[in-house]
């Protein structure tokens, strides 16, 4: 059973331009968080979604980011519009359930903004 | 508002010794803790996950407790290698939602 995949594991853009981050969670998971690391911060829940669902975005910035988990596919968080502050590690987790068991995380993917 | 605290914030030691990270929060109405390992640039490793209604875990060396009416949780390193070298995270999980909040990490160094 392979472990959460993201990808690409390392992204660079320039300011302006458009981030597109992929996370295909555990096979038979179906809840995917997402979670921002900023350089010497800990991390920090971003959003929670179910299939084509969102359930949790309280901790998404207001503009320019979102998050889509399509029934089919990998789990999405688009930035638009970077700026140097987006840079930073982002991490998806999958669970099978929302409660009681642990989340698993991916590699990560890391957003250079220049 | 959910707060992990962990102290220390760092940690040196020599190889071999036992050692204790300890991890506190604010709020006790959580569904779990656990227990992460990150090294530099990596991902998080999951260590150890301690339901609300249990009081321990172990996995080889490493052994956590949880104590939810005062909010804190340790992590015991029994015999300590430099391999175990990295940053750990504490993290939990509240019944108000589903998300884990993080502690912001105790920087573990052992030399050889």
């Known amino acids: 059973n392979a472990g959460v995949m993201q990808n690409p594991r390392h992204l660079v853009r320039r300011r302006g331009q458009e981030a597109r981050l992929r996370c295909s969670p555990m096979k038979g998971h179906s809840h995917v968080y997402w979670y921002r690391q900023l350089p010497e911060e800990g991390l920090k829940f971003m959003v929670y979604l179910q299939k084509e669902n969102i359930i949790d975005e309280s901790g998404m910035p207001k503009e320019r980011f979102s998050a889509e988990f399509p029934k089919e596919g990998p789990s999405i968080l688009r930035i638009q519009q970077v700026v140097r502050g987006d840079s930073a590690a982002y991490f998806c987790?999958?669970?099978?359930?929302?409660?009681?068991?642990?989340?698993?995380f991916g590699p990560g993917t890391r957003l250079t903004v220049t | 508002k959910q707060e992990v605290t962990q102290i220390p914030a760092a940690l040196s030691v020599p190889e071999g010794e036992n050692l204790v990270l300890n991890c506190s929060f604010t709020?006790?109405?959580?569904?779990?803790l656990q227990w992460f390992r990150q090294d530099p640039g990596k991902g998080l490793t999951s260590l150890l996950l301690i339901q609300s209604s249990q009081r321990e875990q172990t996995s080889g060396r490493l052994n956590a407790s949880l104590d939810k009416s005062s909010g804190r949780s340790t992590l015991y390193i029994a015999a300590s290698q430099p391999g175990d070298s990295a940053t750990y995270l504490c993290?939990?999980?509240?019944?108000?939602?589903?998300?884990?909040?993080f502690g912001e990490g105790t920087q573990l160094t052992v030399n050889p």
């Open positions: 987790a999958s669970s099978p359930t929302p409660y009681t068991y642990e989340q698993y």
């Open positions: 993290a939990v999980l509240e019944t108000s939602g589903s998300r884990l909040t």
């Open positions: 709020d006790s109405a959580i569904y779990n």
